[in-house]
């Protein structure tokens, strides 16, 4: 979708507070979780809000920065690219892409599959029939996942999903493909996925809307579409950026927030946006702590890392197609790749950059940035054995992992994690704490439609609270002890 060149977006004034602020409803976190959760609110006739944002802007994990050279710099985006997802004819419309149409985001189709280049060790290598081998082994792994579902059948993980339904990777080349159809989706790998959520949260996205993913290209970044629905519904009073929570304190009769340097803030409720990272490191403390069950669900479920590594060179020395893949001895070793520098895209703007996840992400931030510009120029160096690789101009990836406004990229379904542990994740405190993000999606989860949706429901909840009489406020159901269908019998070679 190409779209005119509209004004740049003004963003919204670092409102200053110098005494306790009191409010209905406080909204930590403006990402799309609490930016939806605000525009529900005020739809719902809830305008006594306010969002508190830590970073200097609205956005979240919708990240971009300014990359390249001075006479060649791009929009590049650290964080969410793509929405994924868009519509299918008069079908179910995937409401992030209704937000980039409405806001007139620039954003181009992404082409995984047409002319995909490959290549490993020795260099060019054509290996696209075990990509498509790779492309039939998942279907048949969200298939199988679909036949267990209704006959009550218990999860385990992926790896052990794709052994059942006959695929086993053995070689690099194996190996990178499967990566390519998989963790390069869920940003972890088979063994640290479950079988059956993986499997429902890949077709609740791109069965339910489509199998198009729109890249955002646009100069003012992918979080636009975020600041100016902000802009359409909020005043300046309403945002309060550059603003870090420490603690929240909560009662049956009201919460209170403590920021980093003092100041605090009152309210009726909380919608805590925070990512699972977040709350798994303890970076914002509750008073009194959350109980068991909630923290418990908090710890079962896990968050993944998506590191996008970008280079710009003088000029292109690479693939004419938009991916590549990179199959090495080492599963997971700088696999994918991504040319910018293309038509579609930023032409002339010798923009490459290569994605590692989870494990391998977790790595690279524990090594010296030189180190890791050397790996990637070796790796480079192996694909094109007859071209001498050029020095970058330009070196940047963002360390997720490390940020302790996020503590990852999105969140993961583990095979341990039941659902009785997801619905526990999700449920409020004392109807007082409410949480939102994408983290607390059963079928979303990982992805921006799902915070869009948990946003959207929690706020519901919380506009009915402000309206209805204490009594008739209602929380989501949790589960006090999650318990297994039957108990281990661990006694068993005693009796024999």
């Not at 000029?315 to 579609?344: C, H």
Request: charged fraction near 20%; include cysteine; glycine fraction near 6%.
């Amino acid at each position: 979708m190409t779209a005119p060149a509209p004004p740049p977006q003004v963003p919204f004034a670092a409102t200053s507070l110098t005494k306790q602020k009191t409010t209905k409803v406080l909204i930590l976190g403006g990402g799309m979780a609490g930016v939806t959760a605000a525009r529900t609110l005020y739809d719902q006739g809830v305008d006594d809000f306010i969002v508190v944002e830590a970073r200097q802007e609205l956005g979240g994990r919708m990240m971009s920065h300014t990359f390249g050279e001075s006479s060649r710099q791009h929009t590049v985006e650290v964080g969410a690219n793509w929405v994924q997802g868009t519509r299918t004819g008069d079908g179910p419309e995937n409401p992030v892409w209704t937000l980039a149409k409405k806001h007139r985001l620039d954003t181009r189709f992404s082409s995984y599959f047409d002319g995909l280049s490959t290549f490993d060790e020795y260099g060019p290598a054509n290996y696209t029939d075990v990509v498509e081998a790779a492309s039939r082994n998942f279907d048949r792994l969200v298939a199988s996942a679909g036949a267990r579902l209704p006959k009550g059948l218990v999860d385990t993980s992926a790896r052990a999903g794709y052994s059942l339904t006959g695929s086993q990777p053995q070689t690099p080349h194996e190996h990178v493909a499967e990566y390519y159809h998989f963790d390069w989706e869920f940003q972890s790998s088979p063994e640290e996925t479950s079988w059956l959520a993986s499997s429902w949260n890949n077709n609740s996205t791109f069965f339910t809307f489509s199998e198009q993913n729109a890249m955002s290209v646009d100069r003012r970044g992918f979080k636009t579409i975020l600041q100016s629905e902000a802009r359409s519904f909020m005043r300046e009073d309403q945002v309060l950026l550059n603003s870090t929570v420490s603690v929240v304190s909560y009662s049956e009769t009201g919460v209170q927030v403590t920021l980093t340097d003092g100041r605090t803030l009152s309210a009726e409720y909380v919608i805590c946006t925070f990512s699972l990272g977040v709350l798994q490191h303890n970076d914002v403390l509750f008073e009194p702590p959350l109980p068991m069950w909630k923290r418990e669900a908090i710890h079962s479920m896990t968050m993944g890392v998506y590191t996008k590594i970008f280079l710009q060179f003088p000029y292109k020395f690479w693939f004419d197609t938009e991916i590549a893949l990179y199959a090495d001895r080492e599963r997971g070793r700088y696999p994918i790749w991504q040319s910018l520098d293309d038509p579609d895209f930023f032409p002339g703007s010798g923009i490459l950059f290569t994605t590692v996840t989870n494990t391998f992400s977790r790595r690279i931030v524990s090594l010296p940035r030189a180190q890791i510009l050397d790996e990637i120029l070796d790796v480079l160096g192996a694909m094109y054995p007859n071209v001498t690789i050029p020095s970058p101009t330009d070196f940047y990836f963002k360390s997720w992992d490390e940020d302790p406004l996020f503590r990852g990229s999105y969140a993961n379904w583990p095979p341990s994690f039941v659902e009785e542990k997801h619905a526990n994740l999700r449920a409020d405190v004392q109807r007082r704490v409410w949480f939102a993000g994408e983290a607390g999606s059963k079928l979303y989860f990982g992805y921006l439609q799902g915070a869009y949706f948990e946003g959207r429901h929690v706020a519901l909840k919380v506009a009915h609270c402000v309206h209805a009489p204490s009594t008739e406020c209602i929380g989501f159901e949790h589960i006090k002890k999650v318990k297994n269908s039957r108990p281990y019998d661990i006694d068993y070679e005693v009796r024999l």
